[in-house]
């Protein structure tokens, strides 16, 4: 639940909002009417099916569809006193709260809701069916209360028929207890079958459901529906006579789809079932056990990703007369990745008798050492025993426990399904404890885990269930560094899925690297500690463990390989690829890349040489046990988020020859060293308005603007309710604000050579300016405050990079960002954009992405949400609601790389130091800034010590990539930041790579349903 600090006003204040925002009535179609004397009037009520999991809900409607169909594990609800099918009949109203007894909106006393006993049960959600009586036609207002979210839709003939019905009312994420309305229209009196969905994610949960009845005395009340007590109210039954067969699921990935109908009171007449793919025809499979008829389809041919796919159903059931269905269907696959061709190995290759996977671990001691911060990067540098301590300048030493194998790792026969404890988390019960964990603490966690995985030719779908993340890899040797992603999660989580899939053109026994890593617990864990799974998703739905040994659908798994392996990259740093995932503070000083011998051959370490961007470095070089390594640390200023091109070669030894070569993207190289600004603003010359009635100030030349609403009129610097915090404004660290203080925990913050300290270096100092949410009301209005610089001139002045000092605490519902102007503030482009990302116990992120990573820019910031912030804008119109409503660059694809993810709700984690370069600023003379805080009752952002640099030596040569691509309003769009040529081929094996002519980011392609389009950047 997205928590806030609400008062009554507030809360009265996000009542009427969500009145506000009731949509247009929905028509329900007269064909949705039950046939006259088909409902059972002598039943009042509905029937309610609760399900609850261990697995924690995303907190919409997706998730909560998927958890009622027993895809996020088992039931745990207290089904006594349901029937066969887990539905409870409840002959009252819908009026149900987590305490017995306590009241939801105006109603009186609430029940329990059904099935769920505990007053601290988390993780549910109810299924209600009814059929609802209409006694005129017209339109009818109903409402739900809820706390968390819902979704109320009217259905043909059959309330559990969710694929045909129509939505009416919805609240499709989290809040704490409120109103929706939504007005229904229906051409004939008569009764209607509804469905209500609820889920509850954590803090409170409550649940009503009502009509508003305008009074004789035209007053208007809120009355329950089926609360037969009350005039007006709507009456509901939970039983009729008829119940056609109805689609209970659509499983579908790029091989075809699996369709379920499901028979009811009458059931499927399998001769009538006709279906349509993008408006042909098309030759379905059938089989059916008991009541469900399975119909499947496998395409000719991989469906492309990012295409709409529209698939129409009709059938007729076997009632006399028959009752006919039909409706269409749209659904888009996802990205996926192909594998590498040339990475499949033989069955002779591998040992096909030792079963399982190679699983090696280290642990950083948190107690001596602290939490530190982490992603897949960091974990690489700690599992190659390359992450250094900065106070020692030696790695740091792990603390867990060793396998037999000579590099330390475990020889694992079953599957990969872990947990701190083997505590049962995640999609699959009987968690084993992580081997090699000396203690149940899972912080400071880096594990790997390879396998030979044998694949038939086709698609795969994988997922992985960890807390934090993974990277998943594919090449012909496992421990190739530079090997292919196929799935990747690069943040922190509680346990959460992320599935990815795998295209497979030739049948083989392929090497995978599996790469894991848990930081430590989040702000808002909600339980959740370290966990994984690795699995296959089948075209049903169903999840099975790789290597499952009783599963026959199982994809089996080896560990042990007999064909000989070339010298390869062992390991490439900072990284060995680009991770689409920007924000964790994770940096390193410099390059370092290990070689390793092969099995019959060995590298000649005289001939290894390191290059980048285009130049031979002087790398340090050392060779011992069959490796070799190449170190160097670059002078000057490193900003993580710049991409750098590395090149290493190498010869083979005995006379040969031949000399390897080998490419790479990388970026997280760090180091903050910065020479005197060109313009610096420490807010000391600002006046701080401690006078009471004095207006606050921003700096001179600086224009600041808020649509923030007034809870205090007073100026009061003390109180930050009052008017002084109504926008951006400079204070004095004398005024105690507690939660300005302080400095990330989890990576050094270091300037200059200077460590950032609260008690001998703080962030901020004196004066500085902030923006305030934390405190103030939900709105509508929220909190939306921007404040533009004075211009700069920059001409003649390259490598600009902006620095400042920032004190931040992100929240779900706020966002915060820069922007810079060279015109002058007609006009704005990216710098960053802080969202949240990691799903906590409170939600799911803000960050929308697919399985490799990729940001779905539209849909992230386009998204309404209730608790974003909105006001009523000169026109009296209320807007916001969006993220993107705050910004004013462009909302392209071309935004995801300045789309960086911030932890909810963490106190320290965005405390920090900030660089970035703004290569768009060079030579310009008419440079403005804007920063962007905007929230509801959503924390706070401090700045100080601002400044313009000029850093030619960041300049250099850029590389290209990497790629992102999006599907908007029907179209691929391929974004990419720098330089780089695209280029397209219609395979990746043998491939004709052609320069795509005019080419620029982003760039936009029409799909077609047939075609399949590679895309890559050539420097």
């Not at 109805?246 to 001769?271: E, M, W």
Request: charged share 15%; glycine share 10%; proline share 6%.
């Amino acid at each position: 639940m997205k928590m806030k600090h609400l008062m009554p006003l507030a809360l009265a204040v996000q009542a009427a909002f969500f009145a506000s925002i009731q949509a247009a009535a929905t028509a329900i179609p007269s064909g949705f009417a039950m046939p006259a004397g088909t409902v059972d009037t002598s039943k009042p009520g509905f029937l309610a099916r609760p399900y609850q999991t261990t697995s924690t809900p995303a907190g919409n409607l997706a998730w909560t569809e998927d958890q009622l169909a027993g895809l996020h594990g088992a039931n745990t609800a207290d089904l006594t006193g349901a029937d066969a099918n887990g539905y409870f009949n409840v002959a009252t109203v819908v009026n149900w709260n987590i305490t017995q007894g306590a009241t939801v909106d105006t109603f009186a006393p609430a029940d329990l809701f059904p099935g769920i006993t505990d007053p601290a049960a988390v993780n549910f959600s109810e299924e209600v069916l009814t059929y609802i009586q209409f006694p005129t036609a017209g339109t009818y207002t109903l409402g739900v209360n809820s706390d968390d979210g819902f979704s109320v839709a009217a259905a043909n003939l059959n309330p559990k028929d969710r694929f045909t019905a129509i939505t009416v009312g919805q609240f499709n994420s989290t809040r704490g207890a409120g109103d929706t309305t939504f007005d229904v229209s229906v051409s004939q009196a008569g009764i209607y079958p509804f469905r209500l969905v609820y889920w509850q994610v954590g803090g409170g949960a409550s649940l009503s459901w009502f009509s508003v009845v305008t009074n004789a005395d035209t007053t208007v009340t809120s009355v329950l529906i089926n609360d037969l007590s009350t005039p007006g109210a709507l009456a509901a039954y939970s039983k009729a006579t008829i119940g056609p067969p109805y689609i209970a699921s659509l499983a579908h990935n790029p091989t075809g789809f699996t369709l379920t109908i499901k028979d009811d009171v009458s059931a499927l007449a399998a001769a009538s079932l006709h279906l349509k793919l993008n408006g042909a025809d098309i030759a379905v499979a059938t089989s059916k056990a008991g009541p469900v008829t399975t119909v499947s389809y496998t395409s000719p041919a991989l469906v492309p990703a990012g295409v709409n796919n529209t698939l129409d159903i009709s059938f007729n059931d076997d009632a006399t007369p028959p009752h006919a269905e039909s409706t269409s269907l749209s659904y888009v696959e996802p990205s996926y990745s192909a594998m590498p061709a040339d990475a499949a190995l033989t069955a002779t290759d591998v040992d096909t008798t030792q079963s399982g996977f190679l699983y090696r671990l280290s642990q950083i001691d948190s107690a001596a050492f602290g939490v530190l911060g982490a992603n897949v990067a960091h974990a690489e540098a700690q599992l190659a025993g390359l992450l250094i301590n900065p106070g020692t300048g030696n790695p740091y030493p792990s603390i867990a426990l060793s396998g037999t194998q000579p590099d330390g790792s475990f020889t694992l026969s079953g599957v990969i399904n872990f947990s701190v404890g083997g505590a049962d988390l995640g999609s699959f019960p009987s968690d084993t404890a992580f081997p090699g964990l000396p203690a149940d603490a899972g912080d400071n966690m880096a594990g790997e885990i390879i396998t030979y995985l044998d694949l038939k030719a086709g698609f795969y779908s994988f997922g992985v269930n960890c807390a934090d993340g993974f990277r998943v890899t594919a090449s012909s040797n496992p421990y190739d560094a530079l090997g292919t992603t196929l799935g990747i999660y690069d943040f922190r989580s509680i346990p959460k899925e992320t599935q990815f899939g795998v295209a497979v053109q030739n049948a083989g026994i392929y090497p995978i690297r599996l790469v894991f890593f848990r930081q430590g617990a989040m702000a808002d864990n909600g339980g959740g500690n370290a966990e994984l799974e690795f699995y296959t998703v089948n075209k049903d739905g169903s999840k099975v463990l790789v290597n499952d040994p009783v599963n026959p659908t199982a994809v089996k798994a080896y560990w042990k390989r007999k064909a000989a392996f070339a010298p390869f990259v062992k390991y490439a740093g900072p990284t060995s690829f680009v991770s689409p995932f920007t924000g964790p503070d994770v940096g390193f000083p410099g390059v370092n890349v290990v070689l390793s011998d092969g099995s019959a051959s060995t590298i000649d370490p005289a001939t290894a040489s390191l290059s980048i961007d285009g130049s031979t470095v002087a790398a340090t070089k050392t060779s011992l046990n069959g490796l070799t390594t190449l170190a160097f640390t670059p002078t000057g200023l490193q900003l993580p988020r710049s991409v750098h091109g590395g090149k290493v070669s190498f010869g083979l030894t005995g006379g040969s020859q031949v000399l390897l070569t080998k490419n790479w993207s990388f970026n997280l190289l760090r180091n903050y060293v910065l020479p005197a600004p060109l313009f610096f603003e420490d807010f000391e010359s600002t006046p701080t308005s401690q006078d009471l009635g004095t207006a606050p100030a921003v700096p001179d030349g600086w224009v600041a603007e808020n649509h923030t609403g007034v809870q205090d009129d007073t100026l009061d610097p003390t109180d930050l309710n009052s008017d002084f915090y109504l926008g951006w404004v400079v204070v004095d660290k004398s005024f105690n604000i507690g939660k300005d203080t302080g400095v990330s925990a989890f990576t050094p913050q270091v300037l200059n050579g200077v460590t950032f300290a609260e008690d001998t270096n703080p962030l901020l100092v004196n004066h500085y300016m902030r923006a305030e949410s934390d405190s103030r009301q939900n709105g509508p209005p929220g909190q939306i405050q921007y404040v533009t610089t004075k211009s700069y001139d920059l001409t003649g002045k390259t490598g600009i990079v902006v620095a400042f000092d920032s004190a931040y605490e992100k929240n779900q519902d706020d966002i915060v960002g820069l922007e810079v102007s060279t015109d002058g503030g007609t006009t704005y482009g990216p710098v960053f954009y802080f969202l949240q990302d990691g799903t906590d116990s409170q939600g799911v992120p803000d960050i929308i992405r697919d399985g490799l990573g990729n940001i779905d820019v539209a849909t992230t910031l386009n998204t309404s949400y209730s608790d974003v912030a909105r006001y009523t804008d000169s026109n009296n119109v209320l807007v916001g609601g969006t993220f993107g409503f705050f910004l004013k660059a462009p909302i392209t694809p071309a935004l995801a790389p300045y789309i960086e993810a911030r932890v909810n709700d963490d106190g320290t984690e965005s405390k920090r130091v900030e660089l970035y370069r703004v290569a768009q600023a060079d030579n310009k003379s008419n440079v403005k800034f804007r920063f962007i805080q905007a929230g509801t009752s959503s924390w706070y952002w401090a700045i100080d010590n601002w400044g313009i640099y000029s850093v030619p030596s960041v300049v250099g040569p850029t590389v290209p990539g990497p790629l992102s691509v999006a599907l908007q309003a029907g179209k691929v769009v391929v974004s990419w930041p720098g330089t780089g040529t695209l280029q397209s081929a219609s395979t990746v094996v043998g491939a004709n790579w052609q320069d795509v002519q005019n080419a620029a980011s982003p760039f936009s392609v029409t799909p077609s349903g047939t075609d399949t389009q590679f895309y890559r950047l050539r420097q």
